[in-house]
């Protein structure tokens, strides 16, 4: 086999962002004094906090609509679920399990609408996700205004009803699944164990799925649907059905992300979550059309770790030098062109990246 | 005498390496009506491509031969020097602005233009900023209508006009074109009720008095027999024969189009089993697939025989079997071994032992991405809950192991050549795909299989071995067979009977060794045939 189809077995986007991560390291390694244990251990909470997240569009694709940029839809009914709970003072496992299941139940209902909406446009599924996420978080902005939440931790303090912008979830269930299980590394660096076994589990669970009669049903009508129907398989009903999971996983995913990240963060921020979720998935050698367990794994730990690897290191680099404050900006900048430069570049192609 | 208005001579082509044309001359004098008779695939279509200039000749290396026109050599590379030449075509399927009124269809793109303040002072740039001369636009048109006899308002939209209108606005186009010596006529009659197209037929009688020729695309032999003058018969992309119209019957026009020798016929004797049962009645079928539509199909299928079902393109075989697997919408009453047969639901019909073969087999038969055993197992998964754990219901998981022993043993059994079951389908050729349809098929134990176009787009070795299996498992599972096919001759090979569809109906039925003429005359729906 010469390089070339080397290249292409292995990804062409993999293995620039595996290059590109290892030069990182290296230089890391070389220039800087940089904690490397401690780097490496955000990169794997970042992986963890993101990845069931970039896990929740892989029904939607095999399903056949495509990249599933209307997540955020998910991601709003994850945080109501995480709001109601906090506002009843539920903490610590029953807190964190509770919002996950409720917001699970919540994101199936909006992606039965949202499936509906979508057999309404069939062929520019994409397009109208985009406008279903930016839609979503801005009604989702004004049901936070006027929530009627009691619990004052929630209250935002100026104006005395409504939500606050960011809810802290130390005393509720901040890194619970972090810190379950965690291997210590010296410092304040470990391996989270508990939040990458819950995300790998429910990796598990999804590739299993895809090995069941229902799942198959679900993967032939999205790889083609008149072979499907031609199989006596609902094409429209096993698309809407992956379209449910992918919403519902998408509430699951936010809260996870949430307890990782210590905040519970409502009104704009989910608003662009779906592109760097996208892209991580792209990274991971799916497509708009094929879409593995596998590239989620692969595809997630790559991005992030690129990701959380660039802040330091720039900083480490550049952080006495003269105009240092417009280079901080540069990890942004580097993610911004990543994230979207990947998506451009997959939607260009049909085959698998 | 007058030079004729186009001669084809020695015309050969080829799309890589197939030859398509073997040597066509082809001679129409001017106000003669010159009709072209062949089956599908006998090379008018390409034949229509050179005499246009269309793209598609000169991307594939060319043609070999000469076009001359009016006694002239001509060298057509592209659309427009046909149309330069006065060559026009009445197309099929109508190329017309529906939201464009009848006038402006006629002069697009020829419109007449008168200057204005914004021409005059751009000059040549502004060219293209002429006012349209809309009375002069009417006018044209209004004289090019009655030179057809049309009576037709010339201001008048193309959207919701009735077809046989659009027709004649399509031929005013062709007439309102200064030079216009020689026009195409693709079947025009194919979309036309009866009244309208005598309509047609006598303008274009007109149209030849006026010393215009005409080509006539058709399969309608009565109507060639009315008026043309004179006709020539392809076949394999090859002449036949051109016959004056005096001296031409309609069963002779026939059997030049069909006549092959009939092929061999050794087929493998049947067991005791065989009856006259009725396995699937059909009574007045329609079915509403794009382009084959069926339009009331009365037909019986005995128990353990293959049926054929030959016809044209168009006229509605492929739609039955699709209509009745409920692929598209259908309606009708259908028993099948005396119960009724809900229409219109696959499942059903899957889990009753209906099983179909798809002519689309690379849309519709196969996951091109999957693997081998996947495509075979999939569809058994699914209707039949087969390769299932013994969990049960909707989320069991599929045995693999089961999986890859059954695809094994298929690939075996209908010698799929590949390299293994979990090789992607699409790297197959398309005989050893079509065997991996087929082997999906009867996974799902059929004791009805349709079969559509099982040879389309396979080689000749394959083609055989693809009959082979068929007749096998009909001889030894006593599987009924409806084996609809637009190869005749294999057709003749394999079946019992075979019916030919006509426009949507069943034409006639006919045993396989009958002569070349009656189907022949099937095909061109012109008598029906006796039940054999």
């Keep these: 086999m010469n390089p070339l189809d080397w290249l292409k077995r292995l990804g062409v986007t993999r293995t620039i962002l595996a290059a590109f991560l290892l030069v990182l390291w290296i230089v890391s390694a070389v220039a800087t004094e940089l904690d490397l244990v401690l780097l490496f251990s955000d ?30 839809l998910g991601m709003v009914c994850g945080l109501l679920a995480t709001v109601i709970f906090m506002n009843f003072d539920a903490r610590g496992g029953l807190g964190l399990f509770g919002s996950i299941a409720l917001g699970a139940a919540l994101g199936a209902g909006a992606g039965w609408l949202y499936a509906r909406l979508l057999e309404a446009v069939r062929g520019q599924e994409m397009m109208v996700g985009i406008y279903v996420g930016f839609g979503s978080v801005a009604g989702a902005s004004i049901l936070w205004l006027f929530f009627p939440v009691s619990n004052p931790e929630l209250i935002w303090p100026l104006g005395g009803e409504g939500l606050r912008n960011t809810l802290v979830l130390d005393g509720y269930f901040k890194q619970w699944l972090d810190l379950k299980l965690a291997i210590p590394l010296g410092g304040t660096a470990f391996v989270p164990v508990g939040l990458l076994a819950f995300w790998l589990g429910l990796c598990g669970l999804v590739y299993l799925f895809f090995r069941t009669r229902v799942g198959m ?111 901080t900006n540069l990890p942004e900048i580097a993610r911004l062109i990543i994230s979207n430069g990947i998506i451009l570049y997959a939607l260009t192609r049909k085959e698998s990246a | 005498m007058e030079s004729p208005t186009l001669v084809l001579s020695g015309i050969h082509k080829s799309y890589y390496g197939n030859p398509v044309l073997r040597g066509v001359d082809l001679t129409v004098r001017p106000g003669e ?68 009124t009848v006038a402006e269809n006629v002069k697009l793109g020829r419109e007449p ?77 194919a979309v036309l009720a009866e009244s309208e197209a005598a309509e047609l037929l006598a303008t274009m009688k007109s149209l030849a008095a006026q010393g215009i020729a005409l080509l006539f695309i058709s399969h309608r032999l009565d109507e060639v027999m009315e008026i043309a003058d004179g006709v020539t018969v392809l076949r394999d992309g090859e002449v036949v024969a051109t016959l004056d119209m005096q001296e031409a019957s309609v069963e002779q026009i026939a059997e030049l189009m069909i006549g092959r020798p009939l092929p061999e016929r050794e087929l493998p004797a049947r067991g005791a089993g065989e009856t006259q049962q009725v396995a699937l009645e059909v009574r007045g079928l329609e079915v509403d697939m794009p382009g084959e539509e069926v339009r009331g199909v009365d037909l019986d299928v005995y128990k353990g025989e293959i049926l054929g079902i030959a016809g044209l393109a168009g006229q509605g075989k492929l739609g039955i079997a699709n209509g009745l697997l409920g692929l598209h919408p259908v309606r009708g009453a259908v028993k099948l071994e005396g119960a009724p047969f809900v229409l219109g639901e696959t499942l059903a019909a899957l889990r009753q032992g209906v099983a179909f073969v798809s002519e689309d087999r690379r849309q519709v038969g196969l996951l091109l ?86 040879t389309r787009g396979v080689d000749v070795g394959a083609k055989d071995r693809v009959l082979q299996q068929l007749v096998r498992v009909n001889r030894e599972a006593g599987t009924t067979i409806v084996l609809t096919s637009s190869e005749l001759a294999e057709l003749r ?28 005359l099937l095909f061109a729906g012109e008598r029906s045939g006796v039940s054999s």
């Design chain 2, 493 to 520: 090979q394999v079946c019992d009977r075979i019916a030919v569809v006509f426009e949507g109906r069943i034409q006639g039925i006919l045993a396989p060794d009958a002569p070349d003429v009656e189907f022949g």
């Design chain 1, 217 to 327: 049903a679900l993967s032939a009508a999205g790889a083609n649907p008149r072979f499907a129907e031609a199989s006596g398989i609902d094409v429209r009903s096993m698309r809407s059905l992956g379209v449910i999971i992918s919403t519902a996983m998408g509430a699951v995913g936010i809260v996870v992300f949430s307890q990782s990240y210590g905040f519970v963060q409502l009104y704009k921020a989910p608003l662009l979550m779906a592109f760097p979720t996208v892209a991580a998935l792209l990274i991971g050698g799916a497509s708009v059309r094929v879409a593995k367990v596998s590239h989620v794994i692969i595809g997630t730990f790559l991005f992030q770790s690129v990701l959380t690897t660039s802040l330091p290191l720039v900083n480490a680099l550049v952080g006495q030098a003269e105009g240092a404050q417009a280079l």
């Design chain 2, 113 to 189: 233009t008168r200057a204005n303040l914004f021409s005059r002072v751009l000059g040549p740039v502004g060219k293209g900023l002429r006012s349209l001369d809309r009375r002069k636009m009417q006018d044209d048109s209004r004289n090019a209508l009655d030179r057809i006899g049309m009576s037709l308002d010339e201001m008048q939209p193309i959207a919701g006009m009735p077809v046989g209108h659009m027709q004649f606005v399509e031929i005013a186009r062709e007439v309102d074109k200064e030079n216009a010596r020689l026009i195409v006529f693709d079947e025009p009659t």
């Design chain 2, 33 to 100: 009506i010159h009709a072209l008779v062949g089956e599908n695939g006998a090379g008018k279509s390409t034949l229509m491509n050179i005499l246009f200039g269309m793209p598609v000749i000169h991307e594939t290396g060319g043609f070999e031969g000469t076009v001359e026109l009016g006694g002239r050599a001509v060298r057509l590379n592209s659309p427009s020097d046909a149309m330069v030449e006065g060559i026009g075509m009445v197309h099929q399927e109508f190329m017309l602005l529906p939201g464009f």
């Design chain 1, 43 to 72: 990169c794997l909470v970042r992986t963890g906090m993101n990845g069931i997240l970039v896990l929740a569009l892989v029904p939607a694709v095999r399903g056949g609509v495509g990249l599933n940029f209307g997540i955020p």
């Design chain 2, 369 to 454: 991405d999957e693997s081998i055993e996947l495509n075979i197992a999939g569809t058994a998964v699914h209707v039949l809950g087969r390769f299932l754990g013994k969990s049960g219901g909707p989320l069991a998981m599929i045995n693999r192991a089961e999986v890859r022993r059954h695809a094994e043993n298929m690939i075996q059994e209908f010698d799929i050549r590949c390299q293994g079951p979990t090789q992607p389908v699409r790297r197959l050729s398309g005989g050893n795909q079509q065997k991996v349809c087929l082997a999906r098929a009867f996974t799902l134990d059929p004791s009805l299989l349709f079969v559509s176009e099982p």
